[in-house]
């Protein structure tokens, strides 16, 4: 008999396990397919970021290093880091990037004097300026977006970015802020800062992470879509309303509303 109870209790133990297994491996497989199917609902209509011009601002470059973390993390390793994972995506979508950059390295060399004139100068669509937030309290987490206040285009598109980091980071409830900057202020184009996160002592290691660091991007990514398609959608309603008045202006007597 208590041979029978130990072989009773090793059976339920293995069934256990592998419940247990089968349960993580179809919360993978789910996760999995979730961001397959995110990333393919942005590829289908990604055509509207085909030929647009967008400057990629990763904050502070050369000797300036940001804001360093407790772990000796450098501002703009991250910055740059998610930069390069954003502009690459962009690429692969028809976009033309210009991204500010280190001596040496490839890209433009750009200060941030400078950084007014590479926007209004190249008939640019959108500015995306990347940084890292900074408090030492380990309570503060998530990524948030800044706009020029004023300036509704850029207040359209931090909100479409806001929206989709929410969506996919999943650790954050921030909405878009609308402050003055002195970059945004100058710039004649949608312009979006963008602080993708803390470094403290609980988020720098996160921050680090080359696939969370490849979730911001995408998140990135596909608010800029967002943002074009809201854009197309209004342009297309503004060209059908004046189409519509020229036709009333003409014909008055046919085309009078009831």
Do not use: C
């Not at 199917?37 to 990604?46: F, G, I, N, Y």
């Not at 000797?63 to 993390?73: A, E, K, M, R």
């Amino acid at each position: 008999m208590p041979i029978m109870v130990v072989n009773t209790f090793r059976i339920k133990k293995w069934v256990f396990i592998a419940f247990a297994l089968l349960l993580l491996i179809i919360y993978l497989l789910t996760a999995v397919f979730r961001e397959r199917d995110a990333r393919h609902e942005v590829e289908a209509p990604s055509w509207v970021i085909k030929s647009k011009v967008i400057v990629i601002d990763p904050g502070h470059k050369g000797v300036d290093s940001g804001d360093v973390g407790n772990i000796v993390v450098l501002e703009k390793e991250i910055s740059r880091a998610i930069a390069k994972r954003l502009a690459a995506i962009l690429g692969q979508s028809g976009a033309v990037v210009m991204m500010t950059g280190e001596t040496g390295t490839g890209d433009n060399e750009t200060g941030t004097i400078g950084l007014p004139a590479l926007a209004n100068g190249n008939e640019v669509n959108l500015y995306i300026g990347i940084h890292v937030n900074s408090n030492s309290s380990v309570s503060r987490h998530g990524a948030q977006t800044f706009v020029q206040s004023g300036f509704p285009d850029s207040k359209q598109a931090g909100q479409a970015i806001q929206s989709t980091l929410s969506d996919s980071l999943k650790n954050t409830d921030r909405l878009t802020r609308e402050v003055d900057n002195n970059i945004a202020s100058n710039i004649n184009v949608p312009a979006v800062l963008v602080e993708v996160g803390f470094i403290n002592e609980n988020n720098s290691m996160l921050l680090q992470d080359s696939v969370y660091q490849d979730k911001i991007a995408w998140a990135i990514y596909t608010g800029t879509v967002k943002f074009f398609e809201q854009s197309e959608k209004t342009d297309r309603q503004a060209v059908q309303r004046d189409i519509i008045n020229v036709f009333k202006e003409q014909e008055p007597d046919y085309l009078n509303e009831p």
